[in-house]
């Protein structure tokens, strides 16, 4: 299962961006859906989650702010930032808890999209 992220770039403190990240492959189902980030020389941290049910979950710095939801039929999963600011400039990743159908069963694991930039100027 690969993850592909999109929706990255560079806008002006207050503006907005959409993430979007789309997940194929043998899916056979997927669990957790979420967005993190990392800034240059900082841990990467998670930015929100959402579950299978729709239950989300954000870090305290963007509540308010981003949004995100996911399409269970497209397997799909969005972030809306509002309102950006200089330090919500980092590359973003979304990930997914995913059941993958193979030859020999399902397997359970976290996969990874490859990260987008996101760029605020002050």
């Known amino acids: 299962v690969q993850l592909q992220a999109s929706g990255g770039g560079l806008v002006q403190t207050g503006g907005s961006l959409r993430l979007s990240c789309a997940a194929s492959g043998s899916i056979f189902s997927i669990n957790g859906m979420g967005w993190y980030r990392q800034a240059p020389g900082k841990q990467r941290e998670l930015v929100a989650h959402?579950?299978?049910?729709?239950?989300?979950n954000y870090a305290d710095s963007v509540k308010g702010r981003f949004t995100i939801s996911r399409d269970n039929a497209k397997n799909t999963v969005h972030v809306q930032m509002n309102n950006l600011k200089p330090e919500d400039k980092a590359v973003y990743y979304c990930n997914a808890d995913v059941t993958e159908a193979t030859g020999i069963g399902r397997v359970r694991f976290v996969s990874w999209g490859q990260g987008t930039q996101v760029t605020v100027s002050s």
């Open positions: 959402i579950a299978s049910g729709g239950t989300t």
